[in-house]
């Protein structure tokens, strides 16, 4: 692909079934310029490929309406903020904020509540900021504060509309049911063609509107899709059936309320599992932080994330999470990035560092300078990925939409050869009837009944609906719940080559381990007990916020041991730490500490060499001058690991362990997992290299373990699938 061609997703609406996304894309694919075209009916977007200098994105979009449909560039939607209007005392104060703030070109629309002093606005966040917003409220003598703000919910608000036309559809469609099994099996009731006529006209004319102009779209653009069938099947019965008032036909309202019915429950359901799916990305969202607090001259001030832009320095104190994507500038911490990485251990950030957005501060005060916002951070760049696999197409879906095409023109070909032949060739028809007798049968209709009965049943029950939606459903329902639980699906290709994987490669923090230290191991020495250890280990270290140290501080207090004063506290960066406990100086920390203060422990050097064999980091803590046991800790093994690595080997995939630790360390786990094949000693950017040099080898490969952290180099690597 060259330099100069780009990518943009649409979001398109008025598409109702898989036959109108390839309406979409045809027009699209015409256009001089456009590369590809990717339209996902399930997910509603279009993915263009385009040369910049032969179409813009006004032009694709025009393109998109020209079809008959409507296209927005989702980065350039309008949101809404609700906001609190202090000061207002009458309505002309509420019509001089509304006018103000609609004058503004990125505003499109202002309506303030006199009577609950709200205001809402409707504003293009790339535009104009909620800073700039509340300016120009307080130019005019007001004061506003932020009640609530909510991103456009075009899932929600459609979901809401289909469960409105289906209840609808039901409240008339219910009683003509009652009504017809009434006047079929118990007493026949006056007038019941007119009054189910008149119970049938909201179903079709009302609940069915959306329906009918989506097939009205459909002929226009001489592509009849699942909506014109569903037309064909109960707008033309009803409207045939007004024959009845003059002529002997048989009253086909029933069926018509009851098709166009079931079709809007099927909507209704396609519009929850696309909810559903869209659960995963609101649940990434939810990781992102809402405020930062940045800088302006000497002041701090809190804003919305939105508002932060590159280059301004946001202040983020120990515990908080931090906003965006930047590079350190001023301070120390440790900096929990388990989020984005699965590292247990929290990382050392200092100045000069990067750091990732929605990663939690631990330690130090930290002053970071924004360096990506928007859709440029880390964390948007997973999100990105996600909605693009949910609104990728795989092989067996491009198959399905072709087939699609040419199957809803053949299904109303067929439905009419069959009218014309039942009135063409009456008894052989009926004959074929007659032979089976099926209990729902029936022959003394008028044979121009039975004609159109057998045309709505070829146009019903061969409704594509299924073989068009059901691919792409599965795909983003599929990646949705695999996002919830960890399952990173980078393209919808990957789904279905999956049957092919070879080899499954695992990374060991967080996947084969439990990714959080854990002690393991609590022995005492030279005549101290495991109380007397844990008492003064723990009571220093909880001056620490060294992950070791907490998880020794954890066991102390889950055992009821009550930690002592602690004075005289101090760290030495890769020894330990030391501290006053009772008057007695205690020491926690590695072999070179202990020599640093010559304490004796080298009696004891073949117990810390069996625990370090074990992949366990073996801390050494002395009392009073002389050696009071060890504490050996590890991010233990989860305990299905071993099992689940067993039964996949046993499935004959072959799996390997990739690590950044040592070789020792490395062989300890792969041994205790069972597993023979391990990488040790990869860093993060040489796990593409490590991941081609298996793939050459075995064929696809599969990546299990920290999927976000290594979303780019599985691109690179050309992973599909991450877990």
Not at 166 to 191: K, Q, T
Not at 549 to 557: I, P
Not at 578 to 583: A, P, V
Request: aromatic share 6%; proline share 4%.
């Amino acid at each position: 692909m060259g330099k100069n061609v780009r990518t943009i997703r649409l979001d398109i609406t008025g598409m109702h079934c898989a036959s109108c996304a390839q309406s979409v894309e045809k027009a699209l694919s015409a256009v001089d310029g456009v590369q590809s075209v990717q339209v996902n009916f399930a997910t509603q977007k279009a993915t263009i490929e385009y040369v910049p200098e032969k179409i813009d994105q006004q032009g694709l979009v025009k393109t998109v309406k020209k079809a008959g449909y409507g296209a927005e560039d989702p980065q350039k939607k309008d949101i809404a903020a609700t906001f609190k209007v202090s000061g207002m005392h009458c309505a002309s104060c509420a019509q001089n904020i509304e006018k103000k703030l609609n004058s503004l070109k990125a505003i499109t629309q202002a309506r303030v509540n006199m009577a609950s002093e709200t205001l809402r606005v409707a504003y293009n966040p790339q535009e104009i900021s909620q800073k700039e917003i509340s300016k120009a409220v307080r130019s005019l003598g007001f004061s506003l504060q932020q009640e609530s703000k909510e991103e456009n919910g075009q899932a929600e608000e459609q979901l809401s509309k289909t469960a409105k036309r289906m209840w609808f559809a039901i409240a008339f469609a219910g009683p003509i049911m009652i009504l017809m099994a009434v006047h079929m099996f118990i007493a026949e009731i006056p007038h019941y063609f007119t009054i189910i006529y008149i119970l049938g006209f909201p179903v079709i004319f009302f609940a069915g509107l959306e329906t009918y102009k989506g097939a009205l779209k459909s002929i226009k653009n001489l592509r009849p899709n699942m909506d014109t069938l569903v037309t064909l099947g109960s707008l033309v019965p009803y409207l045939l059936n007004s024959l009845s008032f003059w002529f002997p036909v048989t009253s086909f309202v029933e069926m018509a309320a009851a098709i166009l019915t079931l079709h809007l429950v099927g909507r209704f359901l396609e519009a929850k599992a696309k909810g559903r799916a869209s659960e995963a990305i609101r649940k990434l969202l939810a990781l992102e932080a809402k405020k930062a607090r940045i800088l302006d001259g000497q002041k701090e001030v809190e804003v919305p994330v939105e508002e932060v832009r590159v280059g301004q320095v946001m202040v983020i104190r120990p515990g908080e999470k931090i906003p965006l994507d930047g590079e350190v500038i001023e301070g120390q911490s440790t900096v929990d990035e388990s989020m984005a990485t699965g590292e247990s251990f929290p990382v050392t950030r200092k100045e000069g560092d990067p750091v990732i957005g929605a990663t939690i501060n631990k330690q130090g005060l930290l002053k970071v300078k924004a360096t990506k916002v928007g859709r440029d951070t880390f964390l948007a760049q997973v999100i990105k990925m996600v909605e693009e696999c949910q609104g990728s197409k795989v092989p067996i879906q491009e198959f399905a939409d072709r087939v699609t095409g040419y199957f809803v023109p053949a299904v109303i070909l067929i439905s009419i050869s069959a009218f014309v032949s039942w009135l063409l060739f009456p008894n052989f028809h009926t004959s074929v009837v007659a032979y089976f007798q099926f209990p729902w049968s029936t022959l003394d209709l008028p044979l121009f009944s039975l004609a159109l009965l057998a045309t709505i049943a070829v146009l019903v029950i061969s409704c594509p609906c299924a073989l068009g939606l059901a691919t792409p459903t599965a795909i983003m329902v599929g990646s949705g719940l695999g996002a919830q639980k960890g399952i990173l699906i980078r393209k919808g290709e990957a789904i279905q080559t999956m049957k092919s994987i070879k080899m499954i490669a695992f990374d060991k923090t967080g996947t084969i381990t439990k990714g959080k230290p854990e002690v393991t191991d609590c022995i005492p020495l030279d005549g101290f007990d495991r109380k007397e250890l844990l008492y003064y280990a723990a009571s220093v270290e909880n001056g620490s916020e060294h992950p070791l140290g907490e998880a020794v501080v954890k066991l102390a207090k889950d055992e009821g041991i009550d930690l002592g004063p602690l004075g005289g506290f101090s760290a030495l960066s890769g020894k330990g730490v030391y501290g006053s406990i009772g008057g007695k100086k205690v020491l926690v920390g590695s072999q070179k500490l202990m020599e640093q203060e010559h304490i004796a422990y080298h009696q004891h050097q073949k117990t810390l060499e069996s625990l370090e064999d074990e992949a366990k980091t073996v801390m050494l803590a002395a009392v009073g001058g002389r050696i009071a046991g060890m504490i050996a800790v590890a991010d233990t093994l989860k305990k299905d690991s071993a099992a689940a690595i067993a039964e996949i080997e046993k499935m004959g995939i072959k799996t390997v362990m990739i690590t950044g630790d040592n070789q020792r360390t490395a062989k300890a786990i792969a041994r205790k997992i069972g597993m023979g094949r391990f990488l040790a000693e990869v860093l993060p950017q040489g796990k593409v290299d490590e991941i081609k040099k298996l793939q050459s080898e075995f064929g696809p490969v599969a990546m299990v373990g920290d999927g976000i952290n290594d979303a780019p180099a599985l691109k690179q690597a050309n992973i599909g699938i991450a877990i």
